[in-house]
């Protein structure tokens, strides 16, 4: 991790979140990802830590920090393990963070103490079959039936949705006008609700241990009050949502493509092959140096964002660019990693072979590399 850059503050954080991660969540990654169970003791001390909190206020139990602290903590997690990193990325960015923003007196004290203190988890429905880089073309009904919102739809891929602390999922639902000019709302669904069924967990092929489910709505009835935010700025919302949301994936990114290449470093090493160590082989050094490049250009990215961000100044464009940038770092890293590695690249044991099947994902979640192309292109007013 280069802390060139870093405030003393975010220098000591950093190495805080590099030691748990060493400690606590690297040595327990293979078999949770082999099991396909989210560790939710884990869960639980990332908690007590403070991270879940980071870029909240203290008066509902946050840490007073900022986004840029949060995605020091989520890069630095995913080093050793996507799916712990995503399981806070997700409970900030989706489960946490709307409520703050859009949430009503009484809707934050009820609800951000738990989620930030990492007592419970939240998550956000808002793709469905019909509906996903196309967020807009949104099914799922919400319609008011005697002080009731009554939801009926679909959601799929949902992250935090089905572990035993979430406590609720947060749905995009359309809650009126015409075909043309659709009003889409967000309400706060909580767990248990009649009519709300988590359905079994996807068979994914990477974030194992992340906990993501399809949901259905069957005439499932909620407060007329759990309305998040106005009435029909849910899809308005939601995108400021998600850009934020970039620059955490973007963190995410750079993670792990700083772990595939501290893992290809150590192992060219250590590696000897016809009498000669993997490191001393030029190709080898010219590949390695290539995954340097790739985290830095994407650590960079992802750092000028949340500066942005956190400055309170326009930031869509570079957040596109810092997904865009840092997933394909991933993706490049981890094929190159694994090929390093061999035939142990191939093995699941090994965290270059689960970087490999995890970091696909980076390049379609919270927006395809395509959206963010097109997100670029409107910003050159060429699109």
């Known amino acids: 991790m280069d802390h060139h850059n870093l405030n003393e503050d975010e220098r000591d ?25 989210l560790p939710l003791d884990v869960v639980a001390q990332m908690g007590e830590l403070g991270l879940f909190g980071l870029p909240f206020p203290e008066d509902h139990g946050g840490q007073g920090g900022d986004y840029f602290a949060l995605c020091l903590a989520i ?43 990492g007592r419970a988890l939240a998550a956000f429905g808002l793709t469905e079959p019909e509906a996903g880089s196309d967020a807009g073309a949104t099914r799922t009904t919400a319609r008011l039936d005697g002080g009731e919102w009554v939801i009926n739809g679909t959601k799929q891929f949902i992250t935090n949705s089905g572990t035993d602390i979430t406590r609720f999922v947060t749905v995009t639902a359309v809650t009126g006008g015409s075909e043309g000019r659709r009003e889409i709302s967000t309400i706060i ?37 759990n309305l998040l935010g106005e009435r029909g700025r849910g899809f308005a919302n939601f995108l400021h949502i998600l850009d934020e949301g970039r620059i955490a994936i973007a963190a995410l990114a750079t993670g792990a493509a700083e772990g595939c290449l501290e893992a290809a470093v150590d192992y060219s090493r250590s590696r000897v092959v016809f009498g000669e160590t993997l490191a001393s082989r030029q190709g080898i050094q010219f590949t390695i140096a290539r995954m340097q490049q790739r985290v830095h250009g994407a650590r960079l990215a992802w750092h000028h ?73 409107r910003s050159l007013g060429i699109a």
Do not use: C
């Not at 030691?19 to 606590?24: I, L, P, R, S």
């Not at 690297?26 to 990802?33: F, K």
């Open 13 to 37: 954080l950093a190495r805080m979140v590099r030691e748990f991660a060493e400690e606590v969540v690297a040595p327990r990654a293979y078999e949770a990802d082999r099991s396909k169970t």
């Open 75 to 117: 890069e630095g997690l995913a080093r050793v393990d996507q799916s712990i990193a995503i399981t806070l990325e997700a409970g900030v960015s989706l489960g946490a963070m709307p409520v703050h923003r859009f949430g009503t007196e009484e809707q934050k004290a009820q609800l951000l103490p738990d989620l930030l203190a």
């Open 189 to 225: 669904v909580p767990s248990g609700t009649p009519g709300f069924t988590v359905e079994p967990a996807y068979d994914k092929v990477g974030w194992h241990a992340s906990d993501t489910h399809p949901l259905t709505f069957s005439d499932a009835r909620v407060p007329e009050a």
């Open 305 to 377: 964002a949340a500066r942005l961000r956190d400055a309170g100044l326009p930031f869509k464009q570079e957040a596109a660019i810092a997904k865009l940038t840092s997933s394909d770092a991933a993706m490049d890293n981890a094929r190159d990693a694994t090929q390093i590695f061999g035939g142990n690249g191939f093995m699941n044991e090994y965290p270059v072979a689960r970087h490999y099947r995890d970091s696909k994902i980076l390049e379609i979640g919270e927006g395809t590399s395509e959206v963010q192309l097109l997100v670029i292109a």
